[in-house]
T-cell receptor
Framework: DSGVTQTPKHLITATGQRVTLRCSPR?????VYWYQQSLDQGLQFLIQ???????AKGNILERFSAQQFPDLHSELNLSSLELGDSALYFC???????????FGPGTRLTVT | AQTVTQSQPEMSVQEAETVTLSCTYD???????LFWYKQPPSRQMILVIR??????QNATENRFSVNFQKAAKSFSLKISDSQLGDTAMYFC???????????FGAGTILRVKS
C-alpha cells in the first residue's frame, strides 16, 4: 500500500458525460500527479499540482481539467467523454515539487 | 524530449532462473533518475528499483539488480531466482533531475513459468 488513495476504483459512463476522479496523496506529500494508461497511448503524464498550484502540464486534453484543494487532495475532471477516454487513470504523489513518486491503485474508466 | 524504449514486448522465464529486461533511453540531460516499475494483474504500479545517473554503482534490491550504462544510455533489469509472483508488466521510466513527469517505456510483459 503506497498510501495514495483513489476513488472510485471503477467508473462506467456513457459518451458525452462528465466524471470526477479523486485522489488523496500520502500524508505529508505536497505534489500530486495524474497519469493516463491506455492501450494505444501507454502511460502518459497529464498534469501536476504542487501545494495547490499547477506546476506542469503534459498531454492533457482541453476537455480535462484538474485542481488541488487546500487539504491537498486532487480531482481530475473529464468532460464530453469519448470512447477513447476509456483508460486507467493513476494519481501519484511526492513530497516536493520533484522527487520519488508513489502511485495510487488507479481508477478504471470505461466509456460506453 | 526524452524517450524510453523497451524493445521486448513479451518475455518468459522458468521459475528459479534469471531473466534480463532491456531498456534504452534518449536524453541530453546529464543528471536524471531511472526506474523500473512492476504492474501485476492488480494494475498497481509498484516501484522495483531506481538508479541515480550520477552514481556509477548499479542499484540492487534483493533479487533485482540493474546494469546501468550511462554512455550507451542503457538501463537493463536483471531478475534472479524468478518467482511466479514476478509475473507482471514491467515499465522502465525516466525523469530528469529538475523534471516533473515520468516518461515511461511501452512495457515488457514477463511471464514466469513453473
Amino acid at each position: 500500500d503506497s498510501g495514495v488513495t483513489q476513488t472510485p476504483k471503477h467508473l462506467i459512463t456513457a459518451t458525452g458525460q462528465r466524471v470526477t476522479l479523486r485522489c488523496s496523496p500520502r500524508s505529508g506529500d505536497l505534489s500530486v500527479y495524474w497519469y493516463q494508461q491506455s492501450l494505444d497511448q501507454g502511460l502518459q503524464f497529464l498534469i501536476q499540482y504542487y501545494n495547490g498550484e499547477e506546476r506542469a502540464k503534459g498531454n492533457i486534453l482541453e476537455r480535462f481539467s484538474a485542481q488541488q484543494f487546500p487539504d491537498l487532495h486532487s480531482e481530475l475532471n473529464l468532460s464530453s467523454l469519448e470512447l477513447g477516454d476509456s483508460a486507467l487513470y493513476f494519481c501519484a504523489s511526492s513530497v516536493g515539487p520533484q522527487g520519488l513518486q508513489y502511485f495510487g491503485p488507479g481508477t478504471r474508466l470505461t466509456v460506453t | 524530449a526524452q524517450t524510453v524504449t523497451q524493445s521486448q514486448p513479451e518475455m518468459s522465464v522458468q521459475e528459479a532462473e534469471t531473466v534480463t529486461l532491456s531498456c534504452t533511453y534518449d536524453t541530453s540531460e546529464s543528471n536524471y533518475y531511472l526506474f523500473w516499475y512492476k504492474q501485476p494483474p492488480s494494475r498497481q504500479m509498484i516501484l522495483v528499483i531506481r538508479q541515480e545517473a550520477y552514481k556509477q554503482q548499479n542499484a540492487t534490491e534483493n533479487r533485482f539488480s540493474v546494469n546501468f550504462q550511462k554512455a550507451a544510455k542503457s538501463f537493463s533489469l536483471k531478475i534472479s531466482d524468478s518467482q511466479l509472483g514476478d509475473t507482471a508488466m514491467y515499465f522502465c521510466a525516466f525523469i530528469d533531475a529538475y523534471g516533473n513527469k515520468l516518461v515511461f517505456g511501452a512495457g515488457t510483459i514477463l511471464r514466469v513459468k513453473s
